[in-house]
């Protein structure tokens, strides 16, 4: 691995205080660097390390951590399909040779796997709320199935995370995280955010469209062989047997399942003034805040009093035509959160790669 390397000086701290002799432990990293983040081109971290291994003997490792689809497009809005692995490979190549780190395609192939996220994104473009779905899975009670050690719902309502023993699930907004990145990318759920910043002007403004990404996150080489072995998968974990979409597609349905089953889905769409305002969002004829509000008071009034005796009221302070002006605000939101859920379940058995042209083609 060491021959492997052109770069020694770039690590932090440099490989060239290594002596010739010197067959203990030592650890540097490599990192993009400040230029390649203003330019906004994405490069893997690198970690190398040195280990003793007896007598005047050590054994050298590199690390490589990296997210593939921005290898591959320069962002993770885009997904990846089975057909990318030889230019994604090709590409992984080239990005680790401008940092001056040059490796065989068939070393990158076979490469030993310790970690992998599993992920899928979903776009919304019918006013669907990221948290509101967030909200809705965090009713689940997953404690049945995980041996949870802490559970996340944080930054205003866009990041559900769920810590366990054998795993990390992450579920959150994904233009949110974006726009957190803008102020501070430590705060962001999301690494290196700062390749596809531009992302931003393409579609958070714009409406309806919102993007929640769901992610299973495997940490260790034996966490991550235990958990793809819950799901049929028995190869060694190189990075040309665990990069498959249906693996990714089992993985990521068995704990989205988990969810599904814990969720108290009776509750998800009833009278409670979050889950009707909710439901009211997704109206597609609302002509902003004022009217949601306006709405939502009117559903939770109607609910418990008399329509007569609500509209004698405002007839008697405003009218007689009163009741006619407000005949629009008595309409009641469809209910559509449980459906939400059956939507998500229905885009991860078809399991179809987003691609940023799509989402650009409903804005």
Same mark, same amino acid.
């Given at each position: 691995m060491d021959r492997a390397l052109s770069s020694r000086a770039n690590f932090q701290p440099t490989l060239n205080a290594?002596?010739?002799?010197?067959?203990? &432990?030592? !650890?540097? #990293?490599?990192?993009?660097? %400040?230029?390649?983040?203003?330019?906004?081109?994405?490069?893997?971290?690198?970690? &190398? /390390?040195?280990?003793?291994?007896?007598?005047?003997?050590? %054994?050298?490792?590199? #690390?490589?951590?990296?997210?593939?689809?921005?290898i591959a497009y320069g962002n993770n809005f885009d997904e990846l399909t089975d057909t990318d692995f030889p230019r994604l490979v090709k590409q992984l190549r080239d990005t680790l040779k401008e940092m001056n780190i040059w490796l065989f395609t068939h070393q990158l192939e076979e490469t030993e796997v310790r970690a992998v996220h599993y992920s899928k994104n979903f776009v919304f473009t019918d006013y669907t709320s990221c948290s509101s779905v967030l909200q809705m899975l965090r009713t689940a009670d997953i404690?049945?199935?995980?041996?949870?050690?802490?559970?996340?719902?944080?930054?205003?309502? &866009?990041?559900?995370?769920? $810590?366990?023993?054998?795993?990390?699930? %992450?579920? &959150?907004?994904?233009?949110?995280?974006?726009?957190q990145s803008k102020t501070s990318e430590k705060r962001a759920i999301e690494k290196d955010n700062y390749v596809q910043l531009d992302m931003l002007d393409l579609i958070a403004p714009k409406k309806p469209v919102s993007v929640m990404r769901y992610e299973v996150r495997l940490n260790g !080489? @034996? !966490?991550?062989?235990?958990?793809?072995?819950?799901?049929?998968? =028995?190869?060694?974990? /190189?990075? @040309?047997? #665990?990069?498959?979409?249906?693996? *990714?597609?089992?993985?990521?349905?068995? $704990?989205?399942?988990?969810f599904f089953d814990n969720l108290p889905k009776l509750a998800l769409d009833?009278?409670?003034?979050?889950?009707?305002?909710?439901?009211?969002?997704?109206?597609?004829?609302?002509?902003?805040?004022?009217? *949601?509000? *306006?709405?939502?008071?009117?559903?939770?009034?109607? @609910?418990?009093?008399?329509?007569?005796?609500?509209? =004698?009221?405002?007839?008697?302070?405003?009218?007689?035509?009163?009741?006619?002006?407000?005949?629009?605000?008595?309409?009641?939101?469809?209910?559509?959160?449980? @459906?939400?859920?059956?939507?998500?379940? !229905?885009?991860?058995?078809?399991?179809?790669?987003?691609k940023i042209e799509d989402i650009k083609d409903a804005i």
């Open positions: 290594i002596s010739e002799d010197y067959f203990g &432990y030592f !650890k540097a #990293v490599l990192n993009p660097s %400040a230029i390649n983040k203003k330019l906004g081109k994405y490069q893997p971290r690198l970690t &190398y /390390t040195q280990r003793p291994r007896g007598y005047q003997r050590a %054994a050298y490792e590199l #690390v490589i951590e990296l997210s593939l689809p921005k404690s049945k199935t995980y041996d949870v050690q802490s559970t996340d719902f944080r930054n205003g309502g &866009y990041v559900l995370h769920i $810590h366990s023993n054998s795993l990390d699930i %992450a579920i &959150y907004d994904k233009l949110a995280d974006l726009q !080489k @034996k !966490k991550t062989r235990d958990a793809l072995a819950a799901v049929g998968f =028995t190869e060694p974990l /190189t990075l @040309k047997s #665990v990069y498959s979409a249906e693996l *990714a597609k089992k993985l990521l349905q068995n $704990h989205w399942q988990n009833t009278d409670d003034p979050d889950k009707v305002l909710a439901n009211i969002l997704r109206s597609k004829e609302l002509t902003g805040p004022t009217q *949601a509000a *306006a709405r939502l008071g009117m559903a939770l009034l109607l @609910k418990d009093s008399e329509d007569r005796y609500v509209r =004698t009221l405002f007839e008697n302070r405003f009218g007689k035509h009163a009741w006619a002006r407000l005949k629009p605000l008595t309409k009641q939101p469809a209910k559509v959160q449980y @459906k939400t859920i059956l939507n998500i379940n !229905k885009m991860l058995e078809l399991f179809e790669p987003t």
